[in-house]
Nanobody, 119 residues
Framework: QVTLVESGGGLAQAGGSLRLSCAPSGRTFSTYAMGWFRQAPGKERESVAKISWNGGLTQYSDSVKGRFTISRDNGKNTLYLQMNSLKLEDTAVYYC????????????WGQGTQVTVSS
């Protein structure tokens, strides 16, 4: 069974930082595009950041551009999301996901990790 396991969520103050990690189990995703998505209460899930299989291509939502950085270490089979200058509106459940291609369907998902930003 293939699973993606997120970690690193928690409580942070506005203006603070958190780093999320995602480690697949059951297989390697080193040749897959990967991404971070989030869903806030009462809102639809949205894309936060995506990265190509080799890290050469990244994409960010306008709401996090300049504050969040997506990266991956294929040797460690791990995906990261460095979140700086956190805002109250960043509060959400964050999910990592994988897709065969950068613009393709993200068909593998983790169970999510809660990020709560307080004032």
């Amino acid at each position: 069974q293939v699973t993606l396991v997120e970690s690193g969520g928690g409580l942070a103050q506005a203006g603070g930082s958190l780093r999320l990690s995602c480690a697949p189990s059951g297989r390697t995703f080193s040749t897959y595009a990967m991404g971070w998505f989030r869903q806030a209460p009462g809102k639809e899930r949205e894309s936060v950041a995506k990265i190509s299989w080799n890290g050469g291509l990244t994409q960010y939502s306008d709401s996090v551009k300049g504050r969040f950085t997506i990266s991956r270490d294929n040797g460690k089979n791990t995906l990261y999301l460095q979140m700086n200058s956190l805002k109250l509106e960043d509060t959400a459940v964050y999910y990592c996901a994988a897709a065969v291609t950068f613009s393709g369907v993200y068909g593998y998902w983790g169970q999510g990790t809660q990020v709560t930003v307080s004032s």
